[in-house]
Structure formats: structure tokens, C-alpha cells
């Protein structure tokens, strides 16, 4: 080992404590920042959009379907008052 170098592995995990620290510290502030605000906005309102989405696909087949449900019971219903 170099003179004045020391142990490499003692320095890495007194730096990594001090990261810890400073982390666990920045966690502990009651302050939201604007940017965290913006960014979870902007999930809410994808999230919302893509429910729409999804609940406007179901209410649209469930309608379809009821239409040619109709269709099929007013074909049957004219060929057997004509037929």
C-alpha cells in the first residue's frame, strides 16, 4: 500500500456514510418543491386520461354489442311476421 493512500475500502464507506446522512437528512424537510409537485400532477392527470380512455372502450362495447343484440331480435322478429 502507498504511504498517505490508507485503506480504500475505510474511505469508501466513510464517504457512503456521509451520503446516508446527508439523504436521511434531505428526507426529514417538510418542504415540497414545486417540481415534485408539477411531476406528480402530471401523473395524476395521465393516470386520469388513460382511465377515461379505458372506461370510454368499455362503455363503447358494451353499447355495440347491445346494438346488434337489438338488430339481431328485430331481424328475427320482421322474418317472422313476414315469413
Known amino acids: 500500500m ?3 493512500r ?3 475500502s475505510c474511505s469508501a464507506a466513510l464517504s ?3 451520503i446516508v446522512v ?6 426529514e424537510s417538510s ?3 414545486f417540481g415534485r409537485t408539477v411531476v ?3 401523473v395524476v392527470l395521465v393516470g386520469v386520461w388513460l382511465l377515461l380512455g379505458v372506461i370510454g372502450h368499455v ?5 355495440s354489442t347491445l346494438i346488434l343484440v337489438v338488430a339481431v ?3 328475427v322478429w320482421a322474418l317472422r311476421v313476414l315469413l
Open 2 to 4: 502507498r504511504p498517505g
Open 6 to 8: 490508507g485503506c480504500t
Open 16 to 18: 457512503l456514510g456521509r
Open 22 to 27: 446527508k439523504l436521511v437528512g434531505m428526507n
Open 31 to 33: 418542504n415540497r418543491s
Open 40 to 42: 406528480a400532477a402530471l
Open 59 to 63: 362503455i363503447s362495447f358494451l353499447f
Open 73 to 75: 331480435v328485430a331481424v
